[in-house]
């Protein structure tokens, strides 16, 4: 063995422009195919078909709603706890939940004020306010905002001068629906009933459609979140432009 290396060594020593013009043909062959190349990094294809765990994780999404979001961030020039702020967040998040796609934008914004006034526990859930209520201190609002755990380093950074916005995406009814069907084949793939060979074949064949069918849905909406991306990064630079010359 280490003879062959040995040789293998000074025949490449020997020879570097051989080597470095086999090297440079196989990447120019590998190269032809590189517009077929796909990542695929959807749950589907990082987890095995029929993952117990994920199966569970659908349906608590199912239960709880979908966890498709983005998380846009936002520092304005001035005081973020300042009407002339508040004002342009809430123009934001009013056009953000415009775009396509886009279900709903929670921001800062909704972010509920506990203690103003300062009242019992028991009184707290018919005393709720937020940024927007008429007559709410900012000030104390902010320190309230920024002391609390919940939202301190979520929707708002230490020094408070930066906040953070989710934007919930819409679901897929045909890729949900996909899903379910393909848990319900699985089931009975893999279920000790006995079934025929002609049904359990019809089976395979419907959960090979729907496999593909649900590679197609990930690559449409991998390449429909990224258009909205780029949608909200070109609104963003529109804002902040508008803002700066006003």
Known sequence: MKNLISKYSIFVIKNPLLILSAVLLVILIASQGITNFKLDAS??????????????????????????????????????????SLNQLSQIEESLSKLDGVDSVLSLLDAPIFFQPKVGLTEVADNLKDLTTEGIDLIKAKQEIINNPIYRDLIISKDGSTTAMQIVLRGNDEYDS?????????????????????????????????????????????????????????YFKFIYIIYLSS
Do not use: C, H, M, W
């Open 43 to 84: 749950s589907d294809a990082l987890v095995l078909e029929g993952d117990e765990s994920l199966k569970t994780y659908r349906e608590n999404e199912k239960e709880f709603g979908d966890s498709s979001f983005l998380i846009v961030t936002f520092k304005p020039e001035f005081e973020l706890f300042s009407y002339q």
């Open 178 to 234: 996909l899903i379910t069907n393909r848990y319900r084949i699985l089931d009975i793939l893999k279920s000790k009933e006995p079934i025929t060979n002609e049904k359990k074949t019809l089976l395979q064949d419907d959960l090979e459609s729907i496999n593909k069918r649900i590679s197609e849905l990930n690559d449409n909406e991998s390449n429909f979140n990224s258009s909205l991306v780029i949608d909200i990064v070109i």
